[in-house]
């Protein structure tokens, strides 16, 4: 992979009217990179979590990071072309990557846990076969780390990445709106934030979405699983959804990993993060906070 560095200092984000301090109450930061411009979040204080997610934006991660930035430093993106995020022209998972990997280079992030959910984890895996030495640990949400086989996955990514699928959801926007509702993000929102979280998802956004997915079979798959099997004796912990692994992703991290704790949210759909941020938020500090700084 091509090393795209930033290419400027990072500034904050001139928010949008939609995004309230109630809705995200932390600054959010913009980094040049090559020709996109990042947001991030930087949040909290503590061992540093890395939390990444590739298709929709960082939204997603709000409840936890509510909860875990009072033990840890908690670090999130919106991948180019998503959330806050701009871009110019198609956008792929390698530039995901890229974006993870400047942003980890300007914040020099060191001794990080890895948070990974949906196309972040092989985003993420995938950047940092650079720099496997500043990763401590990982924590797999409803995520996959391996090259996709099976008629069934494949044929999903393969509608989902399709021309028809996208411009389908361009034009009606039935994706973030079914995404929006309690089988989705919003089991514990209310109206306000579940507004805020489909205004980033405009034709642009949804356009993104899809390009990500189209994407996948393209990827660097070598390079994901050389990082991976690196990480095979570091702690991690997987969190799925009990709704929501008929493909099996849980044994095969099984597999992959020989220090690893699984946990099942009852009732759980893919956000898992969203559906139950207390349980998901205390699986990780429970495995990766000092022990002086857990709280009872």
Not at 217 to 234: I, K, P
Request: glycine share 8%; proline share 5%; charged share 20%.
């Amino acid at each position: 992979m091509t090393i795209t560095s930033a290419t400027a200092p990072a500034t904050l984000v001139d928010r949008p009217d939609w995004l309230t301090h109630d809705a995200w109450p932390y600054p959010v930061h913009a980094l040049p990179v090559g020709d996109h411009t990042v947001a991030y979040t930087d949040a909290g204080d503590g061992p540093t979590l890395l939390l990444v997610h590739t298709g929709m934006w960082s939204f997603v991660w709000r409840d936890v990071i509510a909860d875990l930035a009072r033990d840890f430093r908690c670090v999130t993106l919106d991948a180019p072309g998503t959330g806050l995020s701009s871009s110019k022209g198609r956008v792929d998972l390698t530039m995901s990557s890229q974006a993870i990997d400047a942003l980890v280079r300007h914040l020099d992030l060191r001794d990080i846990v890895l948070v990974l959910h949906d196309l972040g984890g092989i985003a993420t895996l995938h950047a940092s076969a650079a720099w496997t030495d500043r990763v401590r640990g990982l924590v797999a949400v409803n995520t996959f780390g391996w090259r996709p086989s099976g008629v069934r996955f494949r044929s999903m990514l393969a509608l989902m990445g399709s021309g028809i699928m996208r411009e389908l959801d361009v034009l009606t926007g039935w994706l973030p709106r079914l995404t929006s509702t309690t089988f989705g993000v919003g089991r514990h929102w209310n109206r306000p934030l579940r507004k805020t979280f489909l205004a980033a998802l405009d034709h642009r956004g949804r356009r993104s979405f899809h390009h990500y997915i189209g994407s996948v079979m393209r990827f660097d798959f070598d390079r994901v699983d050389a990082a991976r099997e690196t990480y095979r004796s570091l702690p991690a912990v997987t969190v799925f959804g009990a709704r929501n692994d008929y493909l099996g992703f849980q044994a095969k991290w099984a597999e992959a990993l020989d220090d690893l704790e699984q946990i099942e949210i009852p009732k759980g759909n893919h956000f898992p993060m969203c559906d139950a941020p207390t349980a998901v938020a205390e699986a990780i500090r429970a495995r990766f906070a000092p022990a002086a700084e857990r709280r009872a």
